[in-house]
T-cell receptor, first 115, second 112 residues
Framework: NAGVTQTPKFQVLKTGQSMTLQCAQD?????MSWYRQDPGMGLRLIHY???????DQGEVPNGYNVSRSTTEDFPLRLLSAAPSQTSVYFC??????????????FGNGTRLTVT | GDSVTQMEGPVTLSEEAFLTINCTYT??????LFWYVQYPGEGLQLLLK?????DKGSNKGFEATYRKETTSFHLEKGSVQVSDSAVYFC???????????FGTGTSLTVIP
């Protein structure tokens, strides 16, 4: 039972480079989301999706793009990496949005360093 | 807006000590409340949840009671073990909207 799978686990980028963080889930969850985790700041929501073809911004969306072409996949794109984007990124999914009390299921994270 | 505040860490306890991690929230209506645990190098895992006032969530010896009158959801365990060393996050899910809100996390270290 794979759950939520994130790749890569680690990545080092130079300022200005672009990359895509991959996230896939095999639980047929409608809701998917991306968080970043920084020391002393907890988890902050970047973008989320309530179903295929639907995305919306969270608390800290600047510098990131997402798309949701399938139920299973929710990639996060960094268009031009900046040192401020050095962080640990988590993808999380849920059966639906929080309205039915479904908990989030998390991947194991991607640790990104931008130099 | 909705938010969660939890006690600052880090917390260091001896094995078999009593644990309390405080969590208070601000939300309109009746949110669902959660505690998540993060072990080193891993993602967050659901520890327990409560969906309405006076509900008690419990799992692996941990408990938390949804107190609407004090807007709190404190995590407790009567006797901690070394294997409980982790970071604990309090979170809420509003009954409207599509976002979850997390506290900043409390790091717990249990020493033998």
């Amino acid at each position: 039972n794979a759950g939520v799978t994130q790749t890569p686990k680690f990545q080092v980028l130079k300022t200005g480079q672009s990359m895509t963080l991959q996230c896939a889930q095999d639980m047929n969850h409608e809701y998917m989301s991306w968080y970043r985790q920084d020391p002393g700041m907890g988890l902050r929501l970047i973008h989320y999706s309530v179903g295929a073809g639907i995305t919306d911004q969270g608390e800290v969306p600047n510098g990131y793009n997402v798309s949701r072409s399938t139920t299973e996949d929710f990639p996060l794109r960094l268009l031009s990496a900046a040192p401020s984007q050095t962080s640990v990124y988590f993808c999380a999914s849920s059966y639906s949005s929080g309205q039915d009390n479904s908990p989030l299921h998390f991947g194991n994270g991607t640790r990104l360093t931008v130099t | 807006g909705d938010s969660v505040t939890q006690m600052e860490g880090p917390v260091t306890l001896s094995e078999e000590a009593f644990l309390t991690i405080n969590c208070t929230y601000t939300a309109t209506g009746y949110p669902s409340l959660f505690w998540y645990v993060q072990y080193p190098g891993e993602g967050l895992q659901l520890l327990l949840k409560a969906t309405k006032a006076d509900d008690k969530g419990s799992n692996k010896g941990f408990e938390a009671t949804y107190r609407k009158e004090t807007t709190s959801f404190h995590l407790e365990k009567g006797s901690v073990q070394v294997s409980d060393s982790a970071v604990y996050f309090c979170a809420l899910s509003p009954n409207t909207g599509n976002q979850f809100y997390f506290g900043t996390g409390t790091s717990l270290t249990v020493i033998p």
